[in-house]
């Protein structure tokens, strides 16, 4: 690969956003595949690959998961969802786990021509719900799916959404010690 061609993926990385709505059209099979494939390859800790994905097109499933909690309201009219479930062993790298597989689900979209987000079921009762609408075994622990299809905008439709810009760099960026600017 050409530094040139990195940089256009490194681009598209950069414009990586949560977008909540979407054309109707279904995501293609082959486009499914490699996504997993992606996830299937996520580094983990101590490469215990400690999940497993449910991938969810039913209408039914995708408006009950929506309705766990306003939040997440616009999952029901979403092609696809692939939950996160996980080993239930060790919260804390799992959740660390969670988070990559997560990102590299929504970059490898963004590079694929979809777009997606994720959408958190919540406190423990929901997490409950969740997992009752899905099948999941009482064991294994589930947060969120990550939600996928062909986004029409990446505008937060939500009442009182929060602003999309990030902060500056160097109000996030120290060199060599804490609040230390670059030489
Ligand atoms: C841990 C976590 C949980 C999130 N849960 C939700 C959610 O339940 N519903 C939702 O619409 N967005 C959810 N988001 C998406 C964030 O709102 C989004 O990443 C953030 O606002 C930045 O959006 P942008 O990249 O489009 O600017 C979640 C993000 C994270 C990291």
Redesign the pocket.
Known sequence: MTLENAREITAQMRKV??S?QYRPDPVPDDVLAELLEIARWTGSSRNTQPWHFIVVTDREQLRQVSEIRP??RWVADAPLAIAIVLDGANNTTEAYDEGRVTERLLIGARLLGLGG????FGDEVQQQRGKSILGIPPDRAARSVVVLGYPTT?RDP?PGA?E?GRKPLEEIVSYGRWGEPKA
Do not use: F, M
């Open positions: 956003r949560q909540r939040p997440i987000g994720t959408a958190w990446s939500r929060v999309g």
